[in-house]
């Protein structure tokens, strides 16, 4: 019904910048929230930053300063710029967004994305 497809993980040196994008298609009515989720191996899954519809943001507080995320409503895409990253941002990113779907409506469902890695390493 929904599709989020990530991208713009990778390899990249302490200090460096890295911009992911998550773009959601399908049966949609509208978007809510969306957000970026991590998990490193061995932890649990922790949310790194959310937006609203209307463009209010939060931030998990290893990440404040330093990742900025943003949405595009017209093009269903949420995007996550992490500049100055260290190596204990290593891990799994997801997409996440709670959606409206145009059949049923009034219902509200959250889907996730595959993930995107991304690894800080010199």
């Known amino acids: 019904q929904v599709q989020l497809v990530e991208s713009g993980g990778g390899l990249v040196q302490p200090g460096g910048s890295l911009r992911l994008s998550c773009a959601a298609s399908g049966s949609i009515f509208t978007i809510f929230a969306m957000g970026w989720y991590r998990q490193a191996p061995g932890k649990q899954r922790e949310l790194v930053a959310g937006i609203t519809s209307g463009g209010s943001t939060n931030y998990a507080d290893s990440v404040k300063g330093r990742f900025t995320i943003s949405r595009d409503n017209a093009k269903n895409t949420v995007y996550l710029q992490m500049n100055s990253l260290k190596p204990e941002d290593t891990a799994v990113y997801y997409c996440?967004?709670?959606?409206?779907?145009?059949?049923?409506?009034?219902?509200?469902?959250?889907?996730w994305g595959q993930g995107t890695q991304v690894t800080v390493s010199s």
């Open positions: 996440n967004a709670v959606v409206e779907l145009v059949h049923p409506r009034d219902v509200r469902h959250r889907y």
